[in-house]
T-cell receptor
Framework: GDSVTQMEGPVTLSEEAFLTINCTYT??????LFWYVQYPGEGLQLLLK?????DKGSNKGFEATYRKETTSFHLEKGSVQVSDSAVYFC?????????FGAGTILRVKS | EAGVTQFPSHSVIEKGQTVTLRCDPI?????LYWYRRVMGKEIKFLLH????????ESGMPNNRFLAERTGGTYSTLKVQPAELEDSGVYFC?????????????FGPGTRLTVT
């Protein structure tokens, strides 16, 4: 069945560092791909998405490119801030439901 | 516009007891979903409603779990009797468009602890 694998955390970075969170997937066909973020005490929020190969999703300085050759959707940000500290979830749309990875905790120190 | 709300935010119960979780979707959203995250692992799909009808309940773990959506508005998820392995965070989501293309909007989750 469909599955998503993302890098284990926690990832700890200093403010203004470059961020990469790896995400790979296994699925039939070419599903839409998503990154969701959960800030402390809040619900899951859609961060960005890509619906077809080579699409780049972007939001709030975060980017991810849909790579069908490597079945990947890595999340990147050039300069993280303390306010980016959260749990990040990679997901794909499999039929009528979302299939999530295990989540990666990001901690940004000032 | 109010987002998806869930109640309670946290529930602690003893094994064998019953707990009911509630989800209020965004007004006008016909599609409502329940997901669960156990022990810091993946968030897993439980079921999907369209209005008051269950479209897909393939993710429900067993018959101790009962979901309802009376009148196609809010939904409840009852666990009876609760077991230790039911501990986790239960998320509700809703969408206006069909699940094959709509964005799902999530609530803050209910953290369930079974002792």
């Amino acid at each position: 069945g469909d599955s998503v694998t993302q890098m284990e955390g926690p990832v700890t970075l200093s403010e203004e560092a470059f961020l990469t969170i790896n995400c790979t997937y296994t699925a039939t066909g070419y599903p839409s791909l998503f990154w969701y973020v959960q800030y402390p005490g809040e619900g899951l929020q859609l961060l960005l998405k890509a619906t077809k190969a080579d699409d780049k999703g972007s939001n709030k300085g975060f980017e991810a490119t849909y790579r069908k050759e490597t079945t990947s959707f890595h999340l990147e940000k050039g300069s993280v801030q303390v306010s980016d500290s959260a749990v990040y979830f990679c997901a794909l749309r499999g039929g009528n439901k979302l299939v999530f990875g295990a989540g990666t905790i990001l901690r940004v120190k000032s | 516009e109010a987002g998806v709300t869930q109640f309670p935010s946290h529930s602690v119960i003893e094994k064998g007891q019953t707990v009911t979780l509630r989800c209020d979707p965004i007004s006008g959203h016909d599609n409502l979903y329940w997901y669960r995250r156990v022990m810091g692992k993946e968030i897993k799909f439980l079921l999907h409603f369209v209005k008051e009808s269950k479209q897909d309940e393939s993710g429900m773990p067993n018959n101790r779990f009962l979901a309802e959506r009376t009148g196609g508005t809010y939904s409840t998820l009852k666990v009876q009797p609760a077991e230790l392995e039911d501990s986790g965070v239960y998320f509700c989501a809703s969408s206006q468009d069909p699940p094959t293309r709509g964005t799902q909007y999530f609530g803050p989750g209910t953290r369930l602890t079974v002792t």
